[in-house]
């Protein structure tokens, strides 16, 4: 009888994934480092004091809040999980990602909506062009692969006012035991669901997956006719940014 119970367990899992049609997974955010702090370590000792205080208190309040990507067949929205936000503590508005992030899965199109200057800006991301290599680790009691990518962000220089790039690599781990093709974020468009993802100075885990059966859960999409170049985005930041400190 004992020797049946795993048998039972594996069969009741493998029923829910194949006949959910939505899902709603829980993630945590461990922050890490920044580029360049160990060298201001030594070059800079008090400038890294103080960048250092700052940094491990955003990192405790980021460690404190989950964040949930609701996802159909089709589509997904990822957003910071509100109940876990509602602190009076000044550092929680640089911590708390006020964002939403958006993906479709048959066009590959990633969107984010955000908060600039008091006003709505929808901005629509470039694909990602994911590369799976072999190499293979258990998350969660799921057996996963890596897969990893470069993608492209924008800023303005503050001096010349060019547009400036620099490439950020990804790295996801994915199941395909849970073969629905959603991440954190809008890193979406692998064989399956991604437990863990690391890039821009963010690490995400999973930590709860709930798989439904609601084959009408829609997603939210917002106006996308409203939506602007990522190019067009770092010159809006910009010019934000220069307003808001009288740049």
């Keep these: ?27 945590k ?15 800079d000792p008090q400038k890294y ?10 990192k405790a309040r980021t460690k404190r809040l989950r964040y949930t990507l609701e996802f159909n067949n089709s589509q997904s929205v990822f957003n910071t999980n509100p109940s876990m936000t509602k602190e009076d503590n000044p550092m929680a508005g640089m911590s708390t990602s ?16 955000s908060d600039v200057g008091g006003k709505e800006m929808l901005v629509n991301k470039a694909p990602i062009d994911w590369i799976i290599s072999k190499e293979t680790k258990v998350i969660n009691g799921y057996s996963s692969r890596k897969a990893e990518a470069t993608q492209m962000f924008y ?3 503050r001096e010349s006012g060019k547009l400036k790039t620099k ?11 849970i073969p629905f093709s959603f991440g954190p974020e809008n890193y979406g468009g692998l064989p399956g669901l991604v437990l863990e993802l690391s890039t821009q100075g963010k690490n995400y885990t999973v930590e709860s997956i709930k798989l439904k059966e609601n084959k009408n859960k829609t997603i939210d999409f917002p106006d996308l006719d ?22």
């Design 1 to 27: 009888m004992k020797k049946l119970i795993p048998i039972i367990i594996v069969s009741i899992l493998c029923f829910q994934i194949t006949y959910a049609q939505s899902g709603e997974i829980t993630y």
């Design 29 to 43: 955010n461990e922050p890490m480092p920044p580029e360049g702090l160990e060298e201001m370590k030594k070059t």
């Design 49 to 58: 004091k103080r960048y250092s205080f700052m940094i491990n208190k955003i």
């Design 98 to 113: 006020k964002r939403e992030h958006y993906y479709h899965l048959a066009s590959s199109e990633r969107y984010v909506k």
């Design 155 to 157: 800023s303005v220089d």
């Design 167 to 177: 490439e950020q690599h990804i790295t996801a781990w994915f199941t395909t035991e």
């Design 226 to 247: 409203k939506a602007i170049s990522e190019q067009e985005a770092a010159q809006q930041m910009n010019k934000a940014m220069s307003n808001m400190f009288g740049g």
